[in-house]
């Protein structure tokens, strides 16, 4: 089961690059100025130049903070300059701009995703317990029906009940089911209780999004290629 566990965390974690992650319903406009500063920043972080990288969104946000309606542009810069503080090694600032992103339940994109990173800063600092909590509590909270992006949250979720001795946690069953319900992978009835059997499920899933995410990547290579 361990085994198991480890290897589908590895492939949910293979997260897309980070200029795509925020969830953001605004107008276009300004959505696609901050992509374009979000791409620009990225290159300067490739080239190791996290302190810039982070700056440009930053300079960015103050250009544009009277458009900033609910906080929502303030939010999506401070989840990316976490993911590039995250990126830069150091782990605690990274915690503390993540935990600085006000997210609202009914955003359940945005909201799981940044739970999830302030969940795998934590077990990689070794605290397991804060961050077991964390994702129980984030997903008893958001509402909305399951999406394929749910699979690297549950797949973490499950591999840290398991470390911290809670066992297959009783509200994770129709969870697990649902989320591989939609990578095309159905639990039977008669195994909807069934530990190994939901993590078999798991398992396969995240081989449904490795396969997925490496064809990704070709397409991408070909229209690169295509394109020079």
């Not at 903070?65 to 976490?82: I, K, M």
Request: aromatic share 6%.
């Amino acid at each position: 089961m361990l085994r198991l566990l480890h290897q589908s965390r590895l492939l949910a974690d293979e997260r897309v690059p980070h200029v795509n992650c925020a969830y953001m319903s605004e107008p276009d406009n300004l959505r696609n100025a901050l992509y374009g500063e979000l791409v620009r920043a990225s290159g300067l972080e490739l080239q190791g130049d996290f302190a810039g990288g982070i700056r440009v969104l930053q300079e960015f946000l103050d250009r544009h903070s009277v458009q900033d309606r609910d906080g929502w542009l303030r939010n999506a810069v401070r989840f990316h300059q976490g993911c590039m503080i995250q990126h830069s090694g150091d782990m605690e600032d990274a915690l503390r701009m993540f935990r600085s992103v006000e997210t609202r339940p009914e955003d359940r994109l945005f909201c799981l995703l940044n739970s999830y990173c302030i969940a795998d800063l934590l077990d990689d600092m070794g605290r397991e317990r804060e961050a077991y909590d964390e994702l129980s509590h984030r997903l008893r909270q958001v509402g909305g029906p399951p999406d394929k992006s749910d699979l690297k949250i549950v797949t973490l979720y499950i591999d840290l009940a398991t470390r911290v001795g809670e066992g297959f946690p009783a509200d994770a069953w129709d969870l697990v089911r649902n989320v591989v319900h939609e990578w095309g992978i159905q639990v039977p009835e008669s195994q909807a209780r069934n530990p190994e059997a939901l993590i078999a499920a798991l398992d396969a899933a995240n081989e449904r999004f490795r396969e997925a995410a490496v064809h990704e990547r070709r397409r991408l290579d070909v229209e690169g290629s295509s394109t020079q």
